[in-house]
């Protein structure tokens, strides 16, 4: 029972990081008020999700300016595409294996 969980990944289990790594994986980037829009969250509450997720080294983090003001991006990394992949797919096991 304890391999089914395995690959389950304790740092998706956030409603916000799950939204934000499924964006991720379809899009090359996405910038932080996109992300806010989207999910629906404060900058705040974004902000320590993310930071979370560049500390697991899921995301990494680009930050620029456009004119004078300043734009934050975020992109999902290599390992990162590879844990949520990995996640999805456990999850996908549970779900069959609760069919059989």
Same mark, same amino acid.
């Not at 379809?26 to 509450?45: S, Y």
């Not at 560049?54 to 992109?75: C, D, M, N």
């Given at each position: ?33 996109? *992300?806010? /829009? ?9 902000? $320590?999700?993310? %930071? &979370?997720? @560049? ?10 300016? *456009?004119? /004078? ?9 290599? $390992?990162?595409? %590879? &844990?949520? @992949? ?15």
């Amino acid at each position: 029972m304890k391999d089914i969980f395995r690959h389950i990944n304790k740092i998706f289990s956030n409603k916000i990081r799950l939204g934000i790594m499924s964006m991720l994986m379809v899009n090359e980037q996405m910038d932080f008020n996109t *992300l806010k /829009r989207i999910l629906e969250v404060t900058d705040g509450n974004l902000a $320590s999700h993310l %930071k &979370a997720l @560049e500390k697991a080294g899921y995301i990494s983090v680009h930050k620029s300016f *456009l004119g /004078r003001k300043p734009h934050t991006a975020y992109q999902a990394t290599d $390992s990162g595409r %590879k &844990a949520f @992949e990995q996640h999805i797919e456990a999850l996908e096991n549970l779900i069959k294996r609760q069919k059989e």
